[in-house]
């Protein structure tokens, strides 16, 4: 049997609005029955910080979306299990569980205290994104336009340096280029992209280079392939640039208005994501999309360093063909179809994980 290891969704902050992610909600992309569907042995569960909040509840945010992580996974802890290690997640598969694996998403969430940093691991956050679509005092993002010739400040090489020394894995999706080759460098450990796709077939700030996936490919690390088809697909991406500028504002102002309300705040979101999928309804994005950049990447660096970001329940749309969670056996179905061998499948639903988490 072939687990899957999905390293990115944004299922927390639903859950935070109160989703039932226990029941079979087709508001979900992630829930118990569809992870169990799909073979999801292990799912991070990303706990979303919005730039647009304030340094001081930021940092209270990503612990308060840490500790839901915690409590819904004991809530059901017949079906999930808190994972920090490789033997964690084969202990859980054994007894028939999903591992979970806390992250936070956006460095902001330390409020440029690295004791804050600290409070975040011992609050089991094994992974952190150092940006999200937003430039911070500290790093470069790939979200907002960057003229200077410094990724990192001094502060921070000195998250990447406490990052390496609390044994988090640096994830590198939504950061500029000049932060990423900045990270690269600096890395005592492998580091991710947890859910990005490849520049040299959706060409978008937001993919990675061939450069670039050489560069996490030499640190040990891997790239996680994204399913928002506005970074699988350049048609779809113009099609967005052309007729939805005015939502990527309108997104912020929802984050803003409703930073105390999370049920306000993912209606609101929803409201937009549907519209934006109105808007680019003429443009047909597949699963095999997919298995274009995940074939692209494995011809590039090798099967070592792929794997699965889904973005589930954080992106506005999804291809045809992909609804959730239960979508991965298709997918690797997909693969197959293109000669990939169950060994490499085995690499790259899981095992390139796995070996990170043993790595970090």
Request: with cysteine; aromatic share 6%.
């Amino acid at each position: 049997m072939i687990h899957v290891a999905d390293l990115h969704c944004d299922t927390i902050i639903k859950i935070q609005a109160g989703f039932d992610a226990a029941a079979d909600d087709p508001a979900l992309h992630v829930s118990l029955p569809s992870l169990q569907r799909g073979g999801v042995g292990l799912q991070v569960l990303a706990c979303f910080v919005s730039s647009v909040l304030p340094a001081e509840k930021a940092v209270t945010e990503a612990r308060t979306l840490l500790e839901l992580t915690g409590d819904f996974c004991r809530r059901h802890s017949e079906r999930l299990q808190l994972v920090e290690t490789a033997d964690d997640v084969a202990r859980a598969w054994s007894a028939g569980r999903t591992a979970v694996l806390p992250a936070v998403e956006n460095g902001h969430a330390i409020g440029g205290k690295l004791a804050n940093l600290e409070q975040l691991r011992r609050a089991g956050a094994r992974s952190m994104t150092l940006t999200h679509s937003a430039h911070l005092p500290w790093a470069a993002s790939s979200g907002e336009a960057y003229e200077g010739a410094t990724g990192l400040t001094r502060f921070g090489e000195q998250v990447v340096a406490a990052m390496n020394d609390l044994g988090m894995i640096i994830d590198l999706s939504h950061v500029h280029e000049t932060t990423f080759r900045d990270a690269v460098r600096l890395t005592s450990a492998p580091v991710i992209a947890s859910h990005s796709c490849a520049s040299a077939i959706c060409p978008i700030p937001r993919n990675l280079t061939d450069e670039q996936l050489r560069a996490l490919a030499d640190t040990g690390g891997m790239v996680g392939v994204n399913f928002f088809p506005g970074f699988l697909d350049p048609a779809y991406w113009a099609r967005i640039l052309e007729t939805c500028g005015d939502l990527f504002h309108a997104f912020d102002d929802v984050e803003r208005e409703m930073m105390d309300d999370p049920a306000g705040r993912i209606e609101g979101l929803a409201a937009l994501g549907r519209e934006m999928e109105r808007r680019t309804a003429g443009v047909a994005v597949g699963l095999e999309r997919v298995a274009d950049h995940v074939a692209h990447l494995v011809s590039l660096v090798g099967d070592e360093h792929v794997g699965f970001g889904s973005d589930f329940d954080g992106v506005p749309t999804l291809p045809a063909g992909i609804d959730g969670s239960g979508c991965f056996p298709a997918l690797l179905d997909a693969l197959r179809r293109r000669g990939f061998s169950e060994e490499s499948l085995q690499r790259i639903a899981s095992g390139n994980f796995l070996r990170i988490l043993d790595s970090v």
